[in-house]
């Protein structure tokens, strides 16, 4: 899928740096959603004044801990129940159930962005949404969704994470989305083809729209000097000690390094300075992860989950990263151990646990680039 990836121009987020909205956006919401702005506006709801809700800038996020078998909508959504545009962002899981946006059925026009998380099947509370200012991002889609096929334009429409088990096959769902205007990205969505994808880009973004097509984030670096000693292939993982790392400062491929107990089993990663895939931590049991102190980007995604041993090391070089994802943070209560992070080129998410506060994030968005949305949720 990779091979067929197509880049056009990048289009960056216009107006207030992503800095100054983060920083608006925790003054709004405990937790938030950064999104590349409104390009497009969406078209007025044909209804009057009384039809309209929300503030620009505004942040909406349905509560994690709702409970799914609850027989109303949770109460973060009644404010738009009734309202026919809502000036600001969405940020919603229904966990499957899709009673949980029984609030949003009047709903023609957003003019900030949506965001769904493991969308139910049933999405048909949107039935009359026609517009998203923002961008569209569902997340983890296990099968193809019912509901959005009233959506005729968006600024951009993110795909990402769909279950290698699910039936979601095609983008046949958004029969009338035909305006893209500002980006098309699909990640990680094995059960799509990638010709289903290119064709859907063809006819439906506008010309100028940034469409990228691959697994990862696309590389961002100068072909590598005389001296870089390039390993492993670029649709290859390799797990923890492989002895074919040894001497290795270029990486092809992604590393993923699940229950590490010991710095003696990373003795091979020393010489990497850079991994054009993923790199994926679970479930270490040492903090000391030294053997990558000279690492200073990551491509794709830099993932953690079940972080059980801090404070980590060996990250103090690390610069640049594709994605970066922070999951069931365990023992993590900062970010301190990533000092030299600048730029997220494009997604984050990062979800926030025991030790790790709302503070902690705004601390890490506040000192480093960040390309795309900012995604932040509870455990």
Not at 90 to 115: F, K, M, Q, W, Y
Not at 172 to 192: A, H, M
Request: hydrophobic share 40%; net charge negative.
């Amino acid at each position: 899928m990779n091979s067929r990836r197509r880049e056009l121009g990048v289009r960056r987020c216009s107006g207030q740096s992503l800095r100054a909205s983060w920083a608006f956006s925790v003054a709004l919401s405990l937790f938030g959603l950064l999104a590349c702005g409104n390009a497009s506006q969406p078209p007025s709801p044909t209804a009057g004044d009384g039809a309209s809700c929300g503030v620009e800038g505004q942040i909406i996020t349905m509560g994690f801990g709702y409970e799914p078998n609850a027989p109303l909508s949770p109460p973060e959504l009644e404010p738009l129940r009734g309202c026919k545009r809502f000036r600001g962002t969405l940020h919603l899981n229904p966990r499957d159930e899709p009673r949980t946006l029984e609030a949003l059925t009047a709903l023609e026009a957003i003019d900030g962005s949506l965001v769904i998380v493991s969308p139910p099947t049933d999405l048909s509370a949107l039935g009359h949404l026609r517009s998203v200012g923002g961008t569209l991002i569902l997340r983890q889609l296990y099968e193809a969704p019912r509901g959005l096929e009233a959506l005729e334009s968006a600024h951009g429409l993110w795909l990402y994470d769909g279950w290698v088990s699910g039936s979601f096959t095609d983008l046949e769902w958004l029969p009338k989305l035909t305006n893209l205007s500002g980006s098309f990205i699909s990640r990680r969505n094995p059960q799509v083809p990638a010709a289903t994808l290119e064709a859907f880009a063809r006819e439906r973004v506008l010309p100028g729209a940034w469409v990228s097509l691959g697994d990862s984030v696309p590389p961002n670096t100068p072909t590598p000097d005389a001296d870089a000693v390039l390993c492993g292939q670029a649709d290859q993982l390799i797990q923890l000690n492989d002895p074919s790392l040894a001497g290795c400062t270029r990486l092809l491929g992604s590393l993923h390094l699940p229950d590490v107990f010991s710095p003696d089993q990373l003795q091979n990663l020393s010489s990497l300075l850079e991994i054009d895939g993923s790199l994926s931590l679970f479930r270490n049991h040492t903090p000391d992860f030294s053997a990558l102190g000279s690492l200073r980007r990551v491509g794709a995604n830099f993932q953690t989950s079940l972080i059980d041993s801090t404070p980590l090391q060996g990250f103090e070089n690390l610069r640049e990263v594709g994605e970066l994802s922070i999951a069931k943070t365990g023992d993590l209560t900062d970010f301190e151990w990533l000092p030299a992070l600048t730029k997220v080129r494009e997604l984050a998410t990062i979800q926030l646990g025991p030790g790790l506060s709302e503070e902690a994030v705004t601390a890490l968005v506040s000192r480093i680039e960040i390309g795309g949305p900012v995604l932040v949720f509870s455990p």
